[in-house]
Structures are given as C-alpha cells and as structure tokens.
C-alpha cells in the first residue's frame, strides 16, 4: 500500500479511546501527530505514548466549541510546525439522553462540539492545505449518523457530521484535498457502556467490539496514495451492524 510518509496530521480528541488507535497507527506510517484536546495534559500524555513508540508528536490544547479557542491552535500550529497537511476531526460527546430528557442547552452543546467543531476546524485550517494543493480531512463520524439512534444529539450531529463531508466535496473541487468520514461501530473505549457491549454478539454479524487500532489503519490508508480518489464517502467500520439491526431495543 502506496504511503506518503512524513505528512503532518492534527488530530483533535487526541487523548480519547478511539484515537489510541489512530495516533499509533499514522505515526507507524511516518507522520507526525500533533495531538490536539481540551486538556493540554491529557494532549500531552497522547504525544508521549507516540513518542514512546519512537513517533513524532507534538501537543496542543482545542476547544474546537470556541472559535477563539480554534483560531488561537491555528496560530500556535503555525509557529510550531508550519501547518497542516491532514485534519482528523475526532473529538467529540455522547450525551446519553433520550429526547424527553432533554434541554435546549444539553442538545446545543452536542451539536456545537460534534457538527460545529468539526466545521470550525475544517474552515480554519482547509486554506493551508488547498494552497499547498493536498490535504485530507477525516471526519469522525458514526454508524448513529446512518441508521438513527435512541440519544437524538448524538445521532444528529453524526448524521450532520457525514452529510458535511459529502458537500465539502465541492468546496475543494480541484484543490487537491479530500474529504472522508469514518463511521464506526462499537469500539473498545471507555465510551462504549456495558449494555451495548452485551448486546454485540447477537446484533453484530461479526460479533466483535472493533479495536481502535482498526480505525487508525482506515485513517492510515486514507492518508495514502491508493486513497487519493476515494473523497466523500462514509466509511463503514461496525462488523455488518447497520445492514440489519439498531443496537439498542426499545427504550
């Protein structure tokens, strides 16, 4: 599989379950990883954990819900490292109410960190890439984005998350950059409630909880030269999931 090695990518959420995966997997491929989160320190210790396994990574603090926050990483980046060649939006919430549960406020932030965010991201950082003529952006999205889920935030922002992928395909017409979403499953992260890993077996044809190291391999390869022509796709990773069942039963 064709690479293109030393490629510089900003994941934000970096110190999440899910990026274990996609921080060790593109810094084995030889990018270097500028872990972004809410906490530096926890953005931090996710740069470690690259370095310790002998990969380039540097930390940043985001708080992709503030667009201040937002334009401040974009100038610390640049004083750094120059830029970016590759974004993957990757923070995010699971705000666990069914709709009778919920205020205006609680279903706003949902939106604003998982649909906005990624948006406030992408608008900020895109113009590098599109004047360098290459970028990738990866967008987080989930498998509640194409099938419904009984949390109604959630499934709406990740529902909103894959349909701005597919129209940001026009925005970069002929610049060089693509964008994709990566709809996983369930995934072995601290996210994941007992519950949903319970009902696996009989509601996922493969049975498995997916390991996050198979989400950074996807985002690996879409970093890559075979991928150069994939752009605007969800990307399914829920072992067959969404072809026949929801994971929760009636509330």
């Known amino acids: 599989m064709g690479t293109n090695e030393g490629r510089t990518v900003l994941i934000t959420g970096a110190a999440g379950g ?7 997997r593109l810094a084995a491929a030889g990018h270097t990883v500028l ?19 002998g990969g380039s990574a540097e930390a940043f603090a985001v708080d992709v819900s503030d667009q201040e926050s ?3 990483l974009v100038d610390a980046v640049h004083e750094r490292v120059g830029g970016i060649d590759a974004l993957v939006n990757a923070a995010g919430i699971l705000d666990r109410k069914y709709l009778k549960d919920h ?6 932030r949902t939106i604003d960190i998982n649909l906005i965010g990624p948006f406030r991201m992408i608008q900020a950082f895109s113009p590098g890439m599109v004047e360098r003529g290459w970028g990738r952006v990866i967008n987080i999205s989930s498998i509640a984005g194409v099938t ?11 529902g909103g998350v894959s349909n701005l992928t597919r129209s940001l395909v026009i925005d970069f017409w002929g610049t060089g950059v693509t964008v994709n979403s990566i709809c996983p499953g369930v995934v072995d992260t601290p996210m994941v409630i007992q519950e ?3 009902q696996v077996p009989r509601k996922v044809p493969t049975e498995q909880v997916i390991d996050p190291d198979e989400i950074g ?14 752009n605007g796709a969800d990307i399914l990773i829920d072992g067959g999931a969404t072809r026949f069942f929801q994971l929760f039963d009636r509330p």
Request: some cysteine.
């Open 148 to 158: 419904g889920y009984p949390y109604p935030s959630y499934a709406a922002s990740k």
């Open 18 to 24: 899910m990026c274990r995966g996609i921080n060790a």
């Open 103 to 108: 205020d205006g406020n609680s279903f706003e």
């Open 196 to 198: 949903v890993r319970d």
């Open 70 to 72: 937002v334009a401040t």
């Open 35 to 53: 872990c972004a989160d809410l906490s530096l320190d926890a953005a931090e210790g996710a740069a470690q954990a690259v370095r310790d396994s």
């Open 217 to 230: 391999g996807v985002a690996s390869f879409l970093l890559s030269d075979d991928a150069k022509n994939i």
